[in-house]
């Protein structure tokens, strides 16, 4: 009984200093990885109306895969619409007086200044004929000198009448001066530019996507008011997505731009490779890690930025997080 107590004494002490041993080697022995966390990130895009004005309706909801220029929202139109017919009607008002000055007077307004211009003249002869007699008289003194300067009146009356008639039919048939024709055309121009600028907020109201994507956020309900550059939606590009490491500088040591590291995606349960195309150093604020050692500097951190090398992962969304094992380097 006493051998066999003596025996499994042994036993237990032999397993106590066998179990010592690869604990003592185990933690003398120096890891050749290390596992560290990045996060996803894709390129987002917020869509926003270049006009304010209230939600007619909106089309899409979170989630949803989307095109360019497919129709995201509508703003209402009325005021616009309303606008747009008011700049339209200038133009054709425009257009309408520059047409008239071009074209000239008509036929029969031509012919009614020639006739204006023919009773003129003789009205005019008349008066010449009527105050030459009265002159001769008066030079004879056989005329009071008021009844020879009521004929002179009338004489100069009828002179002023025939040049004014002589004037109107000129400006008949030659037609409007250059100047009055030049700013008929800058009038139509402005009307125009007018109706453009309408139309062009007209579509404005419209709001369409400018790429293609999914829709990862909703900001709007239709009859909400929206602002100038308040966004309506946010849309994720799934094939502009990269992983954001931060590592401190000594652990930098181990990758280098270009290496490809194996990681596991969290939320997919799937492992993929990353391709790493660039490291930034962190924002000052968030970058220094102060050192237990005094007597050596303190350490920064820098963000690794790593690209999937497969094109397109499916289920991707930013914030998912990687968890990366990287190979530590042999130190010289």
Do not use: C, H
């Not at 185990?26 to 596992?35: I, L, P, Y």
């Not at 990045?38 to 989307?66: H, L, N």
């Not at 002179?159 to 400006?171: G, I, S």
């Not at 992962?313 to 998912?320: D, E, F, T, V």
């Amino acid at each position: 009984m006493k051998k066999k107590t003596a025996l499994t004494l042994l036993f237990i002490a032999i397993a106590v200093i066998i179990v010592g041993i690869i604990v003592i080697l185990s933690f003398g022995k120096e890891e050749k990885t290390f596992v560290r966390v990045g996060q996803v990130e894709m390129r987002e895009y917020d869509v926003s109306p270049k006009i304010p004005g209230r939600i007619d309706w909106i089309k899409v909801d979170e989630g949803d895969a989307i095109s360019v220029g497919d129709t995201i929202a509508k703003l209402t139109d009325r005021e616009l619409k309303a606008k747009y017919f008011q700049a339209e009607g200038a133009v054709e008002s425009a257009r309408a007086q520059l047409n008239m000055l071009i074209a000239g007077a008509r036929k029969e307004e031509i012919e009614m200044a020639r006739r204006q211009f023919d009773a003129a003249s003789s009205q005019f002869e008349l008066a010449e004929k009527t105050f030459q007699r009265m002159k001769a008289l008066f030079e004879d003194k056989l005329l009071s000198a008021q009844d020879f300067d009521v004929a002179k009146q009338k004489y100069d009356a009828a002179r002023a009448q025939k040049e004014a008639a002589r004037a109107q039919l000129d400006m008949a048939i030659t037609g409007s001066r250059s100047e009055q024709k030049d700013m008929a055309r800058g009038q139509l121009r402005r009307a125009v530019e007018s109706l453009e600028e309408v139309a062009a907020y007209l579509d404005e109201s419209i709001i369409t996507s400018p790429i293609s994507g999914i829709v990862s956020k909703r900001f709007v309900e239709a009859g909400e008011l929206v602002a100038t550059g308040y966004p309506v939606i946010t849309i994720i590009d799934p094939k502009d997505v990269w992983v954001e490491l931060n590592l401190p500088a000594l652990e930098l040591e181990n990758i280098k731009i270009g290496d490809v590291l194996a990681g596991r995606i969290d939320g997919l349960g799937i492992n993929t490779k990353f391709k790493v195309v660039n490291f930034s150093a962190m924002a000052d604020y968030a970058n220094w890690r102060i050192s237990a050692d005094k007597a050596t500097f303190e350490t920064r951190s820098f963000t690794v930025k790593l690209k999937p090398v497969e094109n397109k992962i499916q289920s991707l969304r930013p914030g998912m997080t990687v968890r990366f094992t990287i190979p530590k380097k042999n130190k010289k």
